[in-house]
């Protein structure tokens, strides 16, 4: 069984920083690349970074770029998300996801296709 959970959300003051971690169990972790996604209040998720199987590739939406910075550990089967100068923009349940590193070539977009998702974690950004 794919799981995947998704923890250190919760509330921060502009500017400050949180630290998202995604654990995964169930799948061949080195063999996934790995994206976090993110939902605000009556918008359509978004992506926001993703990562290659190897951690050698790595994508960031315009938005969050110099400010978030993903990574995983494959020895630990855990992806990371480190934000920092978080704005209220950033407010959303935030959620991993991946896909199968063999159905894709490195010309498709890395946040491409990724359908195996797992449990959100809030992040509220607010004075």
């Known amino acids: 069984e794919v799981q995947l959970q998704a923890s250190g959300g919760g509330l921060v003051q502009p500017g400050g920083s949180l630290r998202l971690s995604c654990a995964a169990s169930g799948f061949i972790f080195d063999d996934y690349d790995i994206g976090w996604f993110r939902q605000a209040p009556g918008k359509e998720r978004e992506e926001v970074s993703c990562?290659?199987?190897?951690?050698?590739?790595?994508y960031y939406t315009d938005s969050v770029k110099g400010r978030f910075t993903i990574s995983r550990d494959n020895t630990k089967n855990t992806v990371y998300l480190q934000m920092n100068s978080l704005k209220p923009e950033d407010t959303a349940v935030y959620y991993c996801?991946?896909?199968?590193?063999?159905?894709?070539?490195?010309?498709?977009?890395?946040?491409?296709?990724?359908?195996?998702w797992g449990k959100g974690t809030q992040v509220t950004v607010s004075s």
């Open positions: 996801a991946t896909r199968d590193d063999n159905y894709y070539s490195d010309f498709v977009p890395l946040c491409y296709g990724m359908d195996n």
């Open positions: 990562i290659s199987s190897s951690g050698r590739r790595t």
